[in-house]
T-cell receptor, first 112, second 112 residues
Framework: NAGVTQTPKFRVLKTGQSMTLLCAQD?????MYWYRQDPGMGLRLIHY???????AKGEVPDGYNVSRLKKQNFLLGLESAAPSQTSVYFC???????????FGPGTRLTVL | AQRVTQPEKLLSVFKGAPVELKCNYS??????LFWYVQYSRQRLQLLLR??SRESIKGFTADLNKGETSFHLKKPFAQEEDSAMYYC??????????????FGAGTRLAVHP
């Protein structure tokens, strides 16, 4: 099993460009999450999903959109990238409430 | 408000010395508490959780509800323990779903 995978691993964008980050998990988990990791701030939840077809806002959702059309995939979109969105993005999944979250390897995004 | 505080950004010790990484939390209820670790160039992974009451890689953590703390301890640090450590809290937050709230993280550096 590959666990949680993320595509791409690195990306450089110009301000105003758009992109989609893909997260895939092969563990049949119901819950999926997108976090951003910034120095001195730990991981902050952007959006999450409690099942196929559902999404909800996390702590820092502004400037991002998500979709969960298939149970195994969770997409994070940036419609108009800004330098403040320069960060490392982590996807995670978990089987249910109070369970361990399994993390992907991260995507390093730089917005110029 | 729900919050996880890790007061130390960096903890530097020598091999064989005891280690204590501090974590304090704020939560109105009975939280589930975790320690996650991120080794250099690896993905974030669960180290231990308080409900399991087990020792992983020599680390233990005790939940102190009176002091609202969940400090991570190891009696004798090893160089391979050098990593970023995150304390995290999970519970029924607004919206009723399981969310992990992370502290800012503490970098442990173990010197030979």
């Amino acid at each position: 099993n590959a666990g949680v995978t993320q595509t791409p691993k690195f990306r450089v964008l110009k301000t105003g460009q758009s992109m989609t980050l893909l997260c895939a998990q092969d563990m049949n988990h119901e819950y999926m999450y997108w976090y951003r990791q910034d120095p001195g701030m730990g991981l902050r939840l952007i959006h999450y999903s409690v099942g196929e077809g559902t999404t909800a806002k996390g702590e820092v959702p502004d400037g991002y959109n998500v979709s969960r059309l298939k149970k195994q995939n969770f997409l994070l979109g940036l419609e108009s990238a800004a330098p403040s969105q320069t960060s490392v993005y982590f996807c995670a999944s978990s089987p249910g409430l109070y369970n361990e979250q399994f993390f992907g390897p991260g995507t390093r995004l730089t917005v110029l | 408000a729900q919050r996880v505080t890790q007061p130390e950004k960096l903890l530097s010790v020598f091999k064989g010395a005891p280690v204590e990484l501090k974590c304090n939390y704020s939560y109105s209820g009975s939280p589930e508490l975790f320690w996650y670790v991120q080794y250099s160039r690896q993905r974030l992974q669960l180290l231990l959780r308080h409900i399991s009451r087990e020792s992983i890689k020599g680390f233990t953590a005790d939940l102190n509800k009176g002091e609202t703390s969940f400090h991570l301890k190891k009696p004798f640090a090893q160089e391979e323990d050098s990593a970023m450590y995150y304390c995290a809290l999970s519970g029924f937050l607004s919206g009723g779903y399981n969310k992990l709230i992370f502290g800012a993280g503490t970098r442990l550096a173990v010197h030979p």
